[in-house]
C-alpha cells in the first residue's frame, strides 16, 4: 500500500529518516564504545563500562523499533489521523531530544555548528531538520495528508 504523505515527506519519512535509525542501529549495537563516544564533539573513546554498554545497546534497540514502526505505520494506515498523531509524536520526541542535548552541550556548543561532528549533526542538525519537516507536512506545507478510503469490514462482491 502507498503512503499517504505528499512526495517530499515521503522520501524523509519513509525512506531517509529509516535508514538513518538503521545506521544508528548497527553503530549503536556493534560499535557501542564509538557511539558513546562521539555523541558529543571532541569526546575522546574511553572505553564503557557495563552500564554504558547497555545503554548504548538499549538506544540502538530504540532506533531499530523507531524505524519499523515508521515503516508499518506510514505504509500500513488509510488514515491521515493516524499519520498526523504519529508525526506529532515524533515532533514531540525531536524537541525532547534537541532540548536533553541542548542541555549537555550548553548553549556554546549548541549554536556552533562549525565545532560539530558527524554524530553531532545527526544528534542536532538532522532532528531540527526533521522536526520542521514534521511541522510543514502537519500544516500542509508539502500538500495534503490524503485520506484513502478503509477497506476494513468491505465485502468483495463478483
Same mark, same amino acid.
Request: proline residues 5%.
Given at each position: 500500500?502507498?503512503?499517504?504523505?505528499?512526495?517530499?515527506?515521503?522520501?524523509?519519512?519513509?525512506?531517509?529518516?529509516?535508514v538513518s535509525l538503521v545506521a544508528g542501529f548497527a553503530i549503536a549495537?556493534?560499535? +557501542?564504545?564509538?557511539?558513546?563516544?562521539?555523541?558529543? +564533539?571532541?569526546?575522546?573513546?574511553?572505553?564503557?563500562?557495563?552500564?554504558?554498554?547497555?545503554?548504548?545497546?538499549?538506544?540502538?534497540?530504540?532506533?531499530?523499533?523507531?524505524?519499523?514502526?515508521?515503516?508499518?505505520?506510514?505504509?500500513?494506515?488509510?488514515?491521515?489521523?493516524?499519520?498526523?498523531?504519529?508525526?506529532?509524536?515524533?515532533?514531540?520526541?525531536?524537541?525532547?531530544?534537541?532540548?536533553?542535548?541542548?542541555?549537555?552541550?550548553?548553549?556554546?556548543?549548541?549554536?556552533?555548528?562549525?565545532?560539530?561532528?558527524?554524530?553531532?549533526?545527526?544528534?542536532?542538525?538532522?532532528?531540527?531538520?526533521?522536526?520542521?519537516?514534521?511541522?510543514?507536512?502537519?500544516?500542509?506545507?508539502?500538500?495534503?495528508?490524503?485520506?484513502?478510503?478503509?477497506?476494513?469490514?468491505?465485502?468483495?462482491?463478483?
Amino acid at each position: 500500500m502507498a503512503t499517504l504523505l505528499p512526495t517530499v515527506p515521503y522520501w524523509v519519512f519513509c525512506v531517509s529518516e529509516p535508514v538513518s535509525l538503521v545506521a544508528g542501529f548497527a553503530i549503536a549495537i556493534f560499535q +557501542p564504545e564509538q557511539f558513546v563516544a562521539l555523541q558529543l +564533539p571532541n569526546t575522546e573513546s574511553t572505553g564503557l563500562s557495563p552500564s554504558g554498554k547497555l545503554i548504548a545497546w538499549q538506544t540502538g534497540n530504540l532506533f531499530g523499533i523507531m524505524a519499523m514502526m515508521g515503516i508499518a505505520i506510514l505504509f500500513a494506515t488509510t488514515e491521515a489521523a493516524v499519520v498526523k498523531r504519529y508525526l506529532i509524536a515524533l515532533l514531540l520526541g525531536d524537541i525532547g531530544h534537541l532540548t536533553a542535548v541542548w542541555w549537555v552541550m550548553g548553549s556554546d556548543g549548541f549554536f556552533s555548528a562549525h565545532r560539530w561532528n558527524g554524530f553531532t549533526w545527526g544528534n542536532v542538525g538532522i532532528t531540527f531538520f526533521l522536526a520542521l519537516v514534521r511541522i510543514g507536512t502537519l500544516v500542509g506545507l508539502f500538500g495534503e495528508i490524503k485520506p484513502q478510503p478503509s477497506t476494513v469490514g468491505k465485502v468483495k462482491r463478483k
